[in-house]
């Protein structure tokens, strides 16, 4: 079957802004052109623009971008499955992979060069907790053998750390790069307030840190002290309770 280049992606942040993440990028490209069968993990904190990399890196790519959600098991795998199908181009019958090892098998079958994101992988693993040992048996036994570029994403931090990257999560020693997204450089805070002089900057910088979700909210046609009024301080801004997200 045919494999189609779909930007298969829901609920994504939509930052208008990609600035800085070219090492990022390069070490995505580097695995995709290995010629291998790859598993890649990408982590880092909440808003810090992962999924925004994953969009660019997977644009001119054949790829499956699936965003997990708190769901059961069964709805994930609904949803997964439907996803499947659309890059294929098989139309939607109502079939759905019984679990997620025939999901992976199914995978392992895809022609071609395909990259597929497993988004929020965390929320997966919430939903099974037996995900990281299915995924495991399936790298060892079909995946590995395949041409996919599997990329693991997740938020969780600690979660991450512990459950796909620690020395007794069923998962180690079988990825073959990673990555830990950390927030942007103060020199990349002039793309999102270009009107703001250096001052200005290292306040943001100093209010906001480098995180990309951050940064768009604030207008630099106000100061700072003005935004931080708007954005953060008032009880109905987008920011205000952030924190205890």
């Known amino acids: 079957m045919l494999l189609t280049s779909k930007l298969l992606v829901s609920n994504v942040e939509d930052y208008t802004m990609f600035v800085n993440r070219e090492d990022e990028l390069a070490a995505l490209e580097s695995h995709y052109r290995s010629g291998k069968a790859e598993l890649f993990i990408l982590y880092g904190r909440r808003r810090v623009g992962k999924t925004e990399l994953l969009r660019v890196f997977c644009q001119d790519k054949p790829h499956i971008f699936f965003i997990a959600t708190m769901a059961s098991r069964e709805a994930q795998l609904a949803r997964f499955t ?79 750390e512990r459950e796909v990257m620690g020395y007794h999560a069923p998962l180690y020693g079988r990825r073959t790069g990673s990555w830990r997204l950390l927030p942007l450089p103060l020199s990349a805070v002039p793309h999102f307030v270009p009107a703001y002089n250096p001052v200005q900057v290292i306040e943001t910088w100093a209010v906001l840190g480098g995180i990309p979700y951050y940064l768009e909210i604030f207008d630099d046609r106000l100061s700072v002290l003005e935004n931080a009024r708007r954005q953060i301080l008032h009880p109905r801004s987008l920011l205000y309770d952030e924190p205890r997200l």
């Open 82 to 160: 439907g996803q499947v199908l659309d890059f294929q181009g098989i139309p939607a019958t109502g079939l759905v992979f019984p679990s997620w090892d025939d999901a992976f098998e199914h995978l392992a079958r895809l022609p071609g060069r395909p990259v597929v994101v497993l988004d929020e992988f965390t929320y997966l693993v919430s939903g099974d907790p037996s995900l990281p040992s299915i995924l495991q048996k399936a790298w060892d036994t079909t995946l590995r053998h395949s041409q996919i570029l599997l990329i693991l994403c997740g938020s969780y931090v600690g979660m991450m």
